[in-house]
């Protein structure tokens, strides 16, 4: 069938007509949406800071700086009270290969990308929650047909008619007594919590790949000190055998050397193991396969102790850990709900209007005699449901003391971390202090009992007590060094780890543009 120009002219002009009616629907709605009352429930307010006595984490005061001991790891340590964090800390220790190798594992490593994903999710969750909350709903339609009808309809010629239809529906419920709100703010708070979980990602992780590099640091030179015990053990082993062989010593002496030597050798595998471990570990937080190659090494040399520790004030703990962030925000969605659950016991309006035409002819819609329209309001009101509502309300509460209670659980454990890890330092710079002095010691009585031995003035038993005591205090000494390291560390960790003095303030994956129609207490923006 052929279509006039007069056809097309007036399908242009319906088309127009339709869309100016659709449009002025939608910002009518708009308009109405605005319109909206109170925001019933508790307003959320951050908790305020636990009062402590000054910049004191412990009962007792620390010393201005840690003890300080000779060779690696044995600087001493200034706390400096007040100072900031740097965002890079782990920067610190001056060990390009580790700062290489965090930008690879905070850039591959799997679990950081699933809690940015998560974080995406939640934010989409939240758009799409709030679109079909805040915003009328506004359908157009647009339908034709061709229908025959039988003589026996009232009203109506017996034929064939062709139908057709528009209209312009909307539906908009007003948010009297911020249910919405409340729904809302509970939803950006759920939104933020996720935020600051990535920021708990982005710390352990750093903080796992710096502790697992000094971890295979420590092995890597516990397994270099057992390894020159052996050494040395086996050429005593050697001047023993010869010694034996001229008769010069008896059995017994040669049977206790060779029992010595094996259970020197027999601790290097369980070592080999536990540092192929720390590499397999170092490469899958990388976000590497274990059997990958390129991964650097580490020795506790290539290390540098930081000496100036800042230490964040008390005060300001709880708005730099994350785990106390998600905490609040937890605290924060557990009061918008009480919001919500109150708002459900009030009356709930709803308003919703339409505009169409139906004609036997396309040319003939929305004329004055083939159009209609309707305008309808509604308002329920809770009579008799048994208690639920109340009952809701008082779970919301209770919820909310729950939330409120792990809040001050995390926060306390936040503070017991930072108080140990700061009695830590100062102990074990102690402990280094005096076991490299033992150490010391025991290798200069090792020294003296070899020169003594060969001279005949002791018994090999001697010696042996003076090989076993070096052996022992040599080891425990590169696990001292190691411990400093690794309690720096966590002092880092326990802090907070600085994310908050990034130039974005949070890292770049996780940047999350939270366009929210309603502020953190429910009020519009």
């Not at 010869?242 to 050397?257: D, H, Y």
């Not at 919500?340 to 004329?367: C, E, H, I, N, R």
């Not at 639920?388 to 919301?396: D, E, T, W």
Request: some cysteine; charged content about 15%; aromatic content about 8%.
């Amino acid at each position: 069938m052929l279509v006039t120009v007069r056809e097309i002219v007036v399908k242009r002009r319906i088309f127009r007509q339709f869309n100016a009616l659709a449009l002025r629907a939608g910002v009518a709605a708009l308009i109405a949406a605005g319109l909206g009352g109170c925001a019933l429930g508790p307003n959320f307010k951050s908790p305020a800071a636990p009062a402590t006595a000054g910049d004191s984490y412990t009962p007792t005061p620390l010393p201005q700086q840690t003890a300080s001991a000779p060779g690696v790891g044995g600087a001493a340590q200034q706390f400096a009270f007040g100072q900031e964090i740097p965002a890079q800390w782990w920067s610190l220790f001056r060990s390009p290969e580790l700062d290489q190798l965090i930008r690879s594992a905070l850039e591959q490593n799997p679990n950081m990308a699933a809690a940015e994903a998560v974080l995406r999710q939640a934010q989409e969750n939240y758009n799409a929650q709030a679109g079909n909350l805040v915003y009328p709903s506004v359908n157009a339609q647009l339908g034709g047909g061709r229908q025959k009808i039988s003589a026996s309809s009232a009203g109506a010629a017996a034929g064939v008619y062709n139908v057709y239809n528009a209209s312009v529906n909307v539906a908009y419920t007003p948010d009297v007594f911020g249910g919405t709100r409340r729904t809302l703010e509970g939803a950006q708070a759920a939104v933020d919590y996720q935020r600051f979980q990535v920021e708990a990602t982005y710390l352990t992780l750093s903080a796992n790949v710096v502790t697992t590099a000094i971890q295979e640091a420590s092995l890597r030179a516990q397994l270099q000190a057992t390894r020159e015990v052996l050494d040395a053990l086996t050429k005593q082993q050697n001047v023993i055998e010869k010694q034996f062989e001229f008769g010069a010593i008896p059995r017994t002496t040669v049977l206790s050397q060779r029992n010595q030597v094996a259970q020197i050798n027999a601790t290097i595998a369980p070592l080999e193991k536990a540092l192929a471990a720390a590499r397999h570990q170092l490469s899958v937080l990388a976000g590497k396969l274990p059997g990958e190659a390129g991964m650097p090494e580490f020795t506790l040399e290539s290390l540098t102790l930081p000496q100036q520790l800042p230490v964040s004030l008390p005060s300001a703990l709880v708005r730099q850990r994350p785990d106390i962030r998600a905490s609040e925000e937890a605290l924060h969605q557990a009061s918008a709900n009480i919001g919500v659950a109150t708002a459900a016991q009030y009356p709930q309006f709803s308003l919703t209007g339409s505009y169409g035409s139906s004609a036997t002819t396309f040319g003939k819609l929305f004329d004055s005699q083939t159009t209609a329209w309707s305008l309808l309001a509604g308002v329920a009101q809770p009579v008799f449901n048994g208690g639920a509502l109340s009952a809701q309300r008082r779970a919301a509460e209770a919820a909310y003391d729950a939330a409120s209670a792990q809040y001050r659980a995390t926060v306390l454990t936040a503070f017991q971390n930072v108080a140990d890890t700061l009695r830590a330092l100062d102990a074990d710079a102690a402990a280094l202090k005096s076991q490299a002095e033992a150490e010391a010691l025991a290798k200069e009585t090792l020294d003296l009992s070899e020169q003594q031995y060969k001279l005949g003035g002791i018994s090999y038993l001697v010696l042996l007590d003076a090989q076993r005591s070096y052996q022992q205090t040599h080891i425990s000494l590169v696990q001292a060094q190691a411990t400093r390291y690794a309690d720096t560390a966590a002092l880092f960790q326990a802090l907070g780890g600085g994310w908050w003095n990034r130039a974005d303030g949070v890292p770049a994956a996780t940047a999350v543009s939270a366009a929210a129609p309603y502020g953190k207490d429910g009020k519009n923006q």
